[in-house]
């Protein structure tokens, strides 16, 4: 029986009712962003901070906290509070800057993000708003104090928390149509005593008329106000009119959402009613100016309370298309809250394939951040290059900067986001591992996103995708087809019916890609790829993609298993293809080809008998190559070195009898090339199919031991991304009698490399995880129960090696899960706090976990692909399996 949201996105879908057309597209930050920066030399960070946000109006989007917006940020709602006691009204989540913080930027506050359906039919968010003053200077001072080696300075060190004084604010949305949605802020008292709180629920409009002409300037406006309830109008030109209810408050406040000059450029204001009004309004607590408006383009109803220790008071309200002539807070409110609740619950049912709630629990949330990080973004490029005809031009520097040779680049979509406010804009490759999860909560929208990053107004000419807001043009490793292939397994195991019409148009995308990656990594052209970082920040010695020392270049085991697995993900994809449409056989033998080169050259690649394979230390190391063709291995032992493991592909024998012209193909590429090459990249066996592997199966088996060692790779909590060895045994290269050196750090890096506050040197990064999980499942598939492997090495304790993959997916699980005392390893900076019972039940999901003790690090809010745990209680943990 079909489910009521399956209905939902059905309906969607087939363009019967717009139901995604309000969600939480509402960034948590859009200051200090790439787009909102007009200085010379490019510093985000200083030329729009925090201070500024509330002052000044953005271009590019808006920012709220628990906020929600139609799919073009028109119309905003968000919550904003005072305890009475800060000098700031908390209208957004604050937050340290890359410069500021010891590790980079870093959200400062405590939010969870609860429950969230596709069609954003019922949506659940948890803020919780210390009642003593927010320690904001005591946050950056002491913050910047740290040094490297030091942990970064959250809120919960404050001890602002300790005595429970805080409040926990619960915002709700439900819709009981796509443009009639129900809205419940619950503020409960944690601590004993009675404390005071404001409640501003605020409406503004998207500050468009400042940059460019509009047909006509947006308008809130005041209704006549009933004793239970009041209302204001929207007009808007491009959304058009709605109406916002909300139960008897104690005033009305309007204002306009305009920069205030006066604060910010020193020059008279045309007005009083500038953006930060309410801020002063309610700080200084004088509301003569706010109260005289009666429209404007922000609008809030202000409550006051004083609630009692123990206590919560719950405010209504409502935005809706349609006018409502009766009471909008009947009975039927609470009622749709519950139905669309049980809806949820339904929902999520089949996706739970356990009765333990704590893993459930975990799931969902996962599931719920995945969908909340679901964001609005615009960027156009060329205009933000040109600046806008009633602001001037920006310097002309910035035409030679960042991002400037990107000008067909032109956003205005709905995008997954890594973190909503650490990482407010995409990524190319953490979208892509968001997909997955995705897929099995709404697979039309995974599939549409991977799509967008390669139409025509993403995908430069030359087919190169972008990277990340932040520099465009940096290489993040190929994933998108792994991805394509996985979102389109998930959605046919589902309804039974694979989109071949996704895979045609993914497909010839993605060639486009791939034929840029050839062109541009591939500097000898001998099938050794270069890529620089990859995504993997700081895993070398030195900065990957900038100014390698002694002017040489890098040939990169990473880059070069990346681009394997891309041809095996594309041979796979034009493989399904050919099943239905047999003109694309001669696609899937050009990338059968390709890869067939790609491996046979990492394998076999010698020079001065300098190998890209270690036969001494049976490892993978990338090799520097200097100007004057000197070869020097770069011997870190890092997952750079594993990914060869990633590229696999079983191709069953079925297949093989249906696309006979294929099978002669690789009939043929396995006779001639194990005639002319001794390494063996096609395996064939008494056992059905053909396996394609970067590795041999004595590769395999020696790489595998290596990885499942707890001195090195194999930690409680999954793999980590730098051999532990390195934690006693630093490696350094000198070069040109400079040394550069690398060792083990567990979690928060030491070093300035890229900045930022990721680090690959040693954590465990769930990305990369999952794929050695699907690697060892697709191995297992040709090997079945005849490859068994020690796990942990040295334990005498063989298991094959879908057995192995099952064991690393719990380990993974094991973060996010209590142990016998109630803690979570994720937890474990602040494990008193989160065994209280109205913190027990809350869950981050980290950018990345502590290589030792399993411990969050990072980015706080990155269910973007850490949501993959979703995943692996799906696959892994059924009754009893993850205990």
């Not at 290269?733 to 890229?754: K, M, Q, R």
């Amino acid at each position: 029986m079909i489910k009521e949201e399956e209905k939902r996105l059905k309906e969607n879908y087939s363009g019967e009712k717009d139901w995604l057309q309000w969600g939480p597209y509402l960034s948590e930050r859009q200051w200090g962003t790439v787009r909102e920066d007009y200085s010379v030399h490019g510093d985000a960070w200083n030329y729009f901070p925090h201070d500024h946000s509330r002052l000044r109006v953005y271009r590019w989007g808006e920012d709220g906290i628990a906020g929600i917006s139609d799919r073009y940020c028109n119309l905003c709602f968000g919550v904003a509070l005072w305890n009475g006691k800060d000098n700031i009204l908390k209208e957004r989540l604050f937050g340290l800057t890359g410069p500021e913080g010891n590790h980079g930027e870093d959200v400062k506050e405590l939010y969870y993000y609860l429950d969230n359906t596709p069609t954003h039919s019922y949506m659940k968010h948890l803020y919780k708003y210390p009642q003593k003053a927010f320690p904001y200077k005591d946050l950056v001072a002491t913050n910047q104090m740290r040094g490297k080696r030091e942990l970064e300075y959250e809120l919960l060190d404050t001890g602002i928390f300790d005595k429970h004084e805080y409040f926990d604010v619960f915002t709700e949305y439900s819709k009981a149509d796509p443009d009639d949605i129900l809205i419940k802020i619950t503020i409960a008292n944690r601590s004993v005593k009675t404390a005071p709180i404001t409640v501003l629920p605020t409406l503004w409009i998207r500050n468009f008329w400042s940059f460019y002409e509009m047909p006509k300037k947006p308008l809130i406006k005041a209704n006549e106000q009933g004793k239970m309830y009041g209302s204001v109008d929207i007009t808007h030109p491009y959304i058009g009119d709605y109406h916002f209810y909300y139960e008897k408050p104690d005033k009305i406040l309007f204002t306009e959402n305009e920069t205030n000059d006066a604060k910010i450029y020193n020059k008279p204001n045309d007005h009083p009613f500038k953006k930060d009004l309410f801020h002063d309004a309610v700080v200084s607590n004088n509301f003569k100016i706010p109260e005289s408006k009666k429209e404007g383009t922000k609008f809030a109803p202000y409550y006051k309370f004083n609630i009692k220790g123990k206590n919560e008071v719950t405010i209504r309200l409502r935005l809706s298309k349609k006018a409502i002539a009766s009471n909008p807070f009947d009975t039927s409110f609470e009622a749709n809250f519950e139905e669309r609740i049980s809806q949820a619950d339904e929902f999520y049912r089949d996706l739970k394939k356990t009765d333990d709630k704590d893993l459930g629990n975990i799931q969902r949330q996962a599931f719920a951040g995945m969908l909340w990080t679901k964001q609005y973004y615009n960027y156009d490029v060329e205009q933000w290059l040109t600046g806008d005809k009633l602001t001037g031009e920006p310097p002309k520097s910035r035409w030679n900067g960042r991002n400037s040779t990107w000008k067909t680049m032109r956003t205005h979509d709905i995008l997954s986001m890594p973190d909503a406010w650490e990482y407010p804009w995409f990524a190319a490759w953490d979208l892509a591992f968001h997909c997955v999860p995705l897929a099995h909560l709404d697979a039309e929208f995974a599939k549409n996103q991977l799509m967008l990053l390669n139409k025509e107004w993403y995908m430069a000419p030359n087919g190169q995708i972008p990277a990340y807001e932040w520099n465009f043009s940096d290489v993040n490793p190929p994933v998108q087809a792994w991805a394509a292939f996985k979102v389109y397994q998930i959605d046919k195991k589902k309804t039974g019916k694979g989109d071949i019409d996704f895979l045609k148009r993914i497909f010839n995308k993605l060639a486009l890609n791939f034929t840029w990656w050839v062109n541009q990594q591939d500097i000898n052209e001998h099938n050794v790829f270069q890529g620089g970082f990859l995504g993997l920040d700081n895993i070398g010695v030195f900065d990957r993609s900038h100014d390698i020392p002694g002017g040489g270049y890098l040939e990169q085991v990473d880059g070069t298993a990346w681009m394997a697995l891309y041809c095996l993900n594309m041979l796979e994809i034009s493989l399904e293809i050919s099943l239905v449409d047999k003109s694309f056989e001669d696609m899937a033998t050009k990338y059968l080809g390709h890869f067939v080169f790609i491996a046979e050259a990492l394998n076999n690649l010698n020079h001065d008998g300098v190998g890209i394979w270690d036969k001494e230390q049976g490892f993978f190391y990338d090799r520097l190559v200097k100007p004057n063709g000197e070869h020097v291995p770069v011997k870190i032992r890092s997952i750079v070195g594993l990914l060869s493991l990633a590229a696999v592909l079983v191709i069953p024998e079925d297949t093989l009898d249906k696309l006979p012209t294929f099978k002669r193909s690789l009939t043929w590429f396995r006779n001639y090339r194990m005639y002319k090459s001794k390494y063996r990249v096609i395996q064939t066996s008494d056992k059905e199919g053909v396996l394609l592997s970067l590795v041999s199966q004595d590769r395999l088996k020696t790489l595998m031991t290596t990885l499942l060692d707890e001195k090195e790779f194999l930690s409680d909590y999954g793999i980590r991304a730098l051999s532990k060895i390195h934690e006693q045994k630093t490696y350094t290269l000198t070069i040109d009698g400079i040394p550069y050196s690398i060792d083990y750090e567990p979690a928060e890096s030491t070093v300035s490399l890229f900045g930022g506050n990721s680090n690959w040197r040693g954590p465990i990064w769930f990305p990369i995880n999952y794929m050695f999980i699907e690697s060892l499942l697709e191995y297992h598939n040709y090997y079945g129960g005849d490859m068994r492997l020690e796990y942990p090495t040295g334990s005498n304790n063989n298991k094959d090696l879908k057995e192995l993959a099952q064991e690393l997916g719990k380990r993974l699980v094991a973060i996010f899960q209590k142990d016998k005392n109630g803690n979570r390893p994720v937890n474990a900076l602040h494990k008193t706090y989160y065994q209280h019972p109205k913190f027990e039940d809350l869950v981050l999901f980290y950018e990345y976990f502590h290589g030792d003790n399993g411990r969050g690090v990072g980015a706080s809010h990155q269910t973007g692909w850490t949501g993959l745990v979703a995943n692996l209680i799906y696959e892994f943990c059924g009754n009893d399996e993850c205990k």
